[in-house]
């Protein structure tokens, strides 16, 4: 009898169900009735207090196209209890080891971003069987091609982006749309051209305002009285961008307004002249259920998980790579992060048809 | 020879060409080569400056599904631009009859909202032919139980409540979405229904910060550790709605939150312990393509407007009454506000499911 | 204790299981744990053979955005299941009221369309207690002036026609449509408007093939190489119209085409030498998540309905007249069907932009 | 001065418009004045009839997220006309080098599927500047990973499958949705993983009816009452594949169905004894707005044929390899088909979560 654990950690984001889904139903279908299977709940809180429940094929029906996780999911849990009170590091990495050694486990399923990664590799070096997928609308994760998540993101964030450009030209508008992304820029990057942003500034191209005004000027000089700024919430400015890391958080901790995009229109607002509108779709984003392009890449990536269990080739991370999907060591995967390229082809080409990144 | 003119004016929304289009269409086949039909651009702005230009039947052709308005909009003129130096309410008044003469219109068609309407009415005062349709997400224009544009925005604020919604079972979190409606709750009221939205806060109805808390709890104790608010942006407390409106404005001057969404967040994040997600839409409620409805509808009022001048029954704006188009006199429209009465069946079956509206 | 069951029966719509929440949310609102709920599977299927299940509040949470019924449905079973094997007419009507009293059921909830409503009417003719909601994508109910599903329907078959018009223009194509509708064109009229038709079939205005050519070419004059042809599954010819029943029906059955669509393009491909595509959408109409207008719709029905068992009014179809919540006696709904006028405004508004119903 | 014609070819899909603007945006931005774009009408049809004009930067703006083509396109020039009236093959070769060369063009610019690259290689090898864009919702393409258009109609289908979903459950029915693609599998099998499929027939795996009918029974025994089948217009059976083409053309032509979907519904009827509902969303799968990632692709191909352009490497194709942008040469790309490998890891992953191919 094999038995699986399933998690789903930090962030949600669209495909998590249909992850799970896929993981599932590959085994089911792998090892009919000698597998069973347990949800987990809400991340590695469920794990760290045993919280957990027995499901069945029937569990997996149906979720294909749904948003969110049907696991629940919690922060990392490092981060979010520290307190001596709640238990330290180590205290809750043995909580999640007893937990997994009382299940009785062969192998622990994670579904998560970076954060979760991170405590996966931890839980493999410590000798636990561990499987991770991919998931996040940022696609910032280290070893993949791409996540799940991020392109039906970039639906929705294209989405507002169209509905936004038709009401800035019939005002002759200047808006701001803010795109989730605080590290990384592959969001804004790909909303912004498939949403024919004029300005698109993400973490990794730090912006000068005045390149940023004088694209603005030109634009109206040609008679295109309105203007669309994709802006991720990561954006930062060429001075911000010198600052050591104290000063920049010292910086943004004195910044009068909620994030950086009611800045930015604050400034182009007193440097133009003109009323700057800001639009924050947020977590909308990440909401809803997933777009195609994702349904297949989980579906894909939760089959790929169940060759894994089958193979027991354990302590990697599902991944594509060039079209293909391939197992990426859980010790590669953790602790870094995927930029976007300065100079990939993706940036270029929105640079060739006129883009500005504010540099 | 007929000769029309066209404008839109105030905030744009979704139907805007779709209405324009019908108005054109219906004349083109009405009086054929008799009629010549002028554009003026960026509503009451180009009636006051003279900037408009003939159209021809091309120019309506493919508008159909087309978001915003070809004609462009501006805000209100006489709040716009009061200063001596660019012309007194007066003297603006004295430049759209001239350009209205000039131009030699037999009818001036306004698409527009509650202020557009106050601008047409005067005109019609004035003695110029006016026909009029009403546009707005907000739904408050007096006289018709639907405009076009409202169910629109509907669908859009349901789509990012339903969002929201996965997102949120799957954290456990409290979101707020802010939706558009400063004066009245129509949009707010549709949408938080159709969203399932556990509270809903309108402008019609002050809240009591202690219901809404209440009704968080409750939901906690039912094991539903999500609840989802959909707050107008009017949305105003019990002790706010018994202030002077100088008080009023004080108060909220006063504020240390862009909106009134993120004060509800802190308030009810210190009364609960939670932290509470803000979602602010904003102007994507009011972009993109019209749907499915209001295409109908703006047809049916653009076919319906080009039938008044036919039997030169100015001075009327179209309407929807009991599903029937009928014609109501601008002087009835002008200076009234629809709010949502209080005792309608549709906030009577919102309460009826349990939705919370804070009071 | 009162005790309700709800069945769903006839053709599934968008909008069911918003309705479902609806009544339900409403009854545990007003009567807490004074009533049980309980769920019969497949429409009268279930009440024929005793197949039912008591339901509990979680049942019907998160089903507001949910397609097709949780109920399951199945077609009238007078009509499905004649044989004498299988029981009678009055047999199944008996074991119908045999169930019900087994059941000890204060009240039964029938979500359905026109057969449907027969049969809740006959049941309530024997005396058991009907609340009824109309529910429809064909709005073809009598003594409603709108059906959940509808609206849904129309938003479905009107993005068929958008992404139609853009393949139809790049190539200079005629294209029929066959959208929903054996009996009445409420559908199609309302997609053909909203999607450009340019040519709109509905059963009740019998075509002329000459007029439809003759249309189409007046356009291919005016340099509008395409056009889009919205037909209703129940069109039928000025020759058709003038048949008896019999001859129809006959004719009909020795018609070579699987629909009247197919038949159409071929002879409007005969008459004008040009090649003529067929998209036939079916059942893709009726599915997926309800639009935000039939959730309210469905959410106002289904506290209406709750009203009316709390009031115990029984006997009454809940339905939407002049904007306002109304009961309407079941003796009054059933065998009725609401046609399109065919001097609507509507109808009437589309003639003035130039749509033509081939006529 | 540089001249530049661009054309669009074959069967209209998504994003040609978002390519035609990326070449054109790119080509304005690099060489400024000192280009010239034409465009050429209806394809090849424009090219052998010297019916072309000269664009400006405003007739690319606005058009990104366009369906369809504003270039208009129809047929492959030398399949469509074949009489001798017409123009032989030859005659039509020399009349388009000749409008080439009046038009006194520095290259070609032309967007296309498979007959298209046959054509643009035919002058390629006659001497003509011709650079070309991958555009076909079949992603048959020889030499690219991916063509624009695939995505947008993947999510139209999987869409359509979603809707069928909700009404097969409720019904406990088969459905049979027919997808585009009479070659190649691609779109069916995406759109049949995404769409939850149970059944997936493609032209690569030619299927057994009696393994369908036996997956349809298992699903029966599951408890699982409907079954969704997503079928690729190129179906095979097994009887079929083995045939000679001549002998498969008669087995085809002697069909009674219109099409293999409605074969299979009547052989399953037979077989099972149910009633198998057939959906044909038809065109409506090429139509309408293209998905962002389609945008972002077309964006990517049309600026990085505009620095083929400019780098005068005539003679090739843009396409995507492994995530990057490279140049293929039209000889090595015209006359292949890129059929589904049946051993790639999509089709493994679908079976392995129990995905028939019915074979």
Known sequence: MKKIGILTSGGDCQGLNAAIRGVAKALY?????????????????????GDF?????????????????????????????????????????EKMKDTYSKMGLDCLVVLGGNGTHKTANLLSEEGLNVVSLPKTIDNDLW??????????????????????????????????????GHKVG???LHAGIAGGADVILIPEIPYDITKIVQTLEQRNQA?????ILAVAEGAISKAESKMSKKEFKAARAAMAEPSISYRLAKEIGELTGQ??????????????SPC??????????????????????YGNMVAL?????????LSEVAGKLKAVPTDCDTIQSARDIGVSFGD
Request: with cysteine.
């Open 29 to 49: 279908e792998e090892f009919g009735s000698d597998v069973e299977i347990y949800g987990i709940r809400d991340g590695y809180r469920g794990l760290i207090e």
């Open 53 to 93: 429940h027995r499901m069945h094929p029937e569990d997996f029906s149906g979720i294909l196209t749904l948003g969110g996780t049907i696991l629940g999911t919690s922060r990392q849990p490092f981060k979010l209890m520290k307190s001596a009170a709640e238990g330290s590091e180590t205290t809750k990495l």
């Open 143 to 180: 070893g993949t091609d791409m996540t799940f998540g991020f392109q039906s993101a970039v639906d929705i964030a294209t989405h507002v982006l169209d509905c936004i450009h038709t009401t800035a030209t019939s005002h002759g508008r200047v808006f701001i749309v803010e795109i989730m």
């Open 186 to 188: 592959w969001l804004t």
């Open 223 to 227: 008679g295109k009285g309105f203007s």
């Open 275 to 288: 009323e700057i509108r800001v639009t924050v779709p947020g977590h909308f984003q990440r909401g809803g």
């Open 292 to 313: 195609a392009y994702d349904r297949v890449l989980s579906t894909r990536f939760g089959a790929a998980a169940a060759r894994l269990i089958q193979e027991k080739k």
């Open 321 to 329: 790579q060039n079209n293909r999907i391939v197992a990426v060591p």
